[in-house]
């Protein structure tokens, strides 16, 4: 689903961002912190969380 949201590692930083988007909407210096961002995101898109092991 386009809606997902992925949280991912590149550049230091986890990141999130919906699927498809070609930039992070939010950026966390933890992956905890991304990924509590990123379901609070999904739950109000009524869509999934995806999280990349960091090197993915």
Same mark, same amino acid.
């Given at each position: ?17 919906? !699927? @498809? /988007? +070609? ?21 109000? !898109? @009524? /869509? +999934? ?8």
């Amino acid at each position: 689903m386009d809606n997902d949201v992925e949280v991912y590692f590149e550049d230091e930083s986890w990141k999130v961002k919906t !699927k @498809g /988007s +070609k930039r992070a909407s939010q950026t966390f210096d933890t992956k905890k912190e991304a990924v509590a961002r990123a379901k609070e995101i999904a739950e109000n !898109k @009524g /869509s +999934k969380v995806i999280v990349h092991k960091k090197g993915e």
